[in-house]
């Protein structure tokens, strides 16, 4: 089991950052952050994993989004530049706990809005 919680989420303009945090309480295989704007279906963001951090993005975060991890203290973050009004969405932590395994492990979500 591990379990995630989410920080860092929001009111910010357009053109403005925010750093979304995620603790987890133990290691998994990868981690990634997903996100649900109202009305829509859950979307994938960026994802890492590996000793070396193998990121993957979402062409729509591409360029503005950073996603990274420190192993030491078991958390992740996204670091979101250039928000767009677009972006306003329930921020998702999630995590694969083996190979095997699909994101089976989540938090509870950070709102993340953007104003125009």
């Known amino acids: 089991q591990v379990q995630l919680v989410e920080s860092g989420g929001g009111l910010v303009q357009a053109g403005g950052s925010l750093r979304l945090s995620c603790a987890a309480s133990g290691r998994a295989f990868a981690m990634g952050w997903f996100r649900q704007a109202p009305g829509k279906e859950r979307e994938f963001v960026a994802s890492i994993r590996g000793s070396g951090g193998i990121t993957t993005y979402a062409d729509f975060v591409k360029g503005r989004f950073t996603i990274s991890v420190d192993n030491n203290k078991n958390m992740m973050f996204l670091q979101m530049n250039s928000l767009k009004f677009e972006d306003t969405a329930v921020y998702f932590c999630?995590?694969?706990?083996?190979?095997?395994?699909?994101?089976?492990?989540w938090g509870q979500g950070t709102q993340v809005t953007v104003s125009s």
């Open positions: 999630a995590a694969r706990g083996t190979v095997l395994s699909g994101f089976n492990y």
